[in-house]
Each structure stands twice: as C-alpha cells, then as structure tokens.
C-alpha cells in the first residue's frame, strides 16, 4: 500500500494553483493504486514543529521500542 502525505501551505486553500497540482498527481496516484492513504496536512491551518531529535530517533526505532516522546513526534508525519 502506498501512503501519501500532501502537504498544502497556501492561505488561499483549494484555489491556490499549488494546491490543484498537487491534488492532480494524488488523483492519478490513487487512479493508479487504490489503496493509496492519503494525509492532508495544511501547514495554514496547523503548523507542524520542526524535526527534532525524537522525529528522528523515531524513524530508527521499531514502533513497540519507541519512547512515548518519539511516537509523538511521528504521529502527525507517519500515518
């Protein structure tokens, strides 16, 4: 299974010429593999912390040795 993170910035949302781009390659994405998850993280609405020590520790570490600092960081990145 594919998993998709579509990561939007525009203020102007869904009329923003980015944001229709974008959205065109998750279409054909998920044309393509259906099964596809996708993640929308609009960073106008919510911002998202910078990466950090636990972020990356986190992606090193199985899900079952992380510390509950490193699930955190990965919760909103890893779907």
Same mark, same amino acid.
């Given at each position: ?10 203020? &102007?949302?869904?009329?923003? +010429? ?12 998920? %044309?393509?593999? /259906? ?5 929308? &993280?609009?960073?106008?609405? +919510? ?12 992606? %090193?570490?199985? /899900? ?16």
């Amino acid at each position: 299974m594919k998993n998709i993170l579509f990561i939007q910035s525009s203020p &102007r949302g869904v009329q923003s +010429t980015s944001y229709r781009a974008g959205q065109s390659v998750i279409d054909e994405t998920k %044309a393509r593999y /259906p099964d596809a998850k996708v993640v929308v &993280r609009e960073l106008s609405k +919510t911002q998202l912390p910078h990466v950090g020590e636990a972020f990356v520790g986190g992606l %090193a570490t199985p /899900p079952k040795q992380q510390t509950m600092e490193q699930a955190r960081a990965l919760a909103l990145a890893v779907p």
